[in-house]
């Protein structure tokens, strides 16, 4: 099977299932989800859009598919200013090399976390100072970092 076509393994439905209970509780309803077009990554999105209000804007986006930190970053520089607050699903290592490039502040321990690993269904929250346009690396605090092992429902069936 191509990778782009592969879904997701019962492991990552069930952190898809803590990730959505995760969400839910957070109280973060983003303006926009830029999702790649991976099979993986669309069951990941439908798995936790529960956890967000109905009709939240959807871009799937060939070009997130295996995506440098790079073109992440220009992607988001690309989102109007009105949007707020976005949720990005897509894949490693760009993800990981996005928001470990973007984060140049926050706790301590989640710095450090976030430095070492940054697995599949990983959830970094970063803020932002600036507008979209003007987004550059080390500009992010690191406000939430999560792993599915982190989330005490991870393993329930």
């Given at each position: 099977?191509?990778?782009?076509?592969?879904?997701l393994?019962?492991?990552?439905?069930?952190a898809?299932?803590?990730?959505?209970?995760?969400?839910?509780?957070a109280?973060?309803?983003?303006?926009?989800v830029?999702?790649?077009?991976?099979r993986?990554?669309?069951?990941?999105?439908?798995?936790?859009a529960?956890?967000?209000?109905?009709?939240?804007p959807?871009?799937?986006?060939?070009?997130?598919?295996?995506?440098?930190?790079?073109?992440?970053?220009r992607?988001?520089r690309?989102l109007?200013?009105?949007?707020?607050g976005?949720?990005?699903v897509?894949?490693?290592?760009?993800?990981?090399?996005l928001?470990t490039?973007l984060?140049?502040?926050?706790?301590?321990?989640?710095?450090?976390?976030l430095?070492?690993?940054?697995?599949?269904?990983?959830?970094?929250?970063?803020?932002?100072?600036?507008p979209?346009?003007?987004?550059?690396?080390?500009?992010?605090?690191?406000?939430?970092?999560?792993v599915?092992?982190d989330?005490?429902?991870?393993r329930?069936?």
């Amino acid at each position: 099977m191509a990778d782009h076509e592969r879904p997701l393994a019962p492991r990552g439905r069930r952190a898809v299932a803590a990730l959505r209970r995760h969400l839910a509780g957070a109280g973060f309803a983003p303006d926009q989800v830029l999702c790649s077009t991976a099979r993986r990554a669309v069951e990941t999105w439908e798995g936790v859009a529960p956890a967000f209000p109905p009709g939240t804007p959807v871009e799937l986006a060939e070009e997130l598919y295996g995506a440098t930190a790079g073109t992440l970053l220009r992607r988001l520089r690309q989102l109007p200013e009105a949007v707020g607050g976005v949720l990005l699903v897509g894949h490693n290592p760009g993800l990981s090399d996005l928001a470990t490039g973007l984060a140049g502040s926050g706790a301590a321990d989640l710095l450090r976390r976030l430095e070492a690993k940054f697995p599949t269904g990983a959830l970094a929250t970063l803020v932002l100072p600036d507008p979209w346009a003007s987004v550059r690396w080390g500009s992010a605090e690191l406000a939430g970092y999560v792993v599915p092992r982190d989330l005490s429902h991870a393993r329930a069936p």
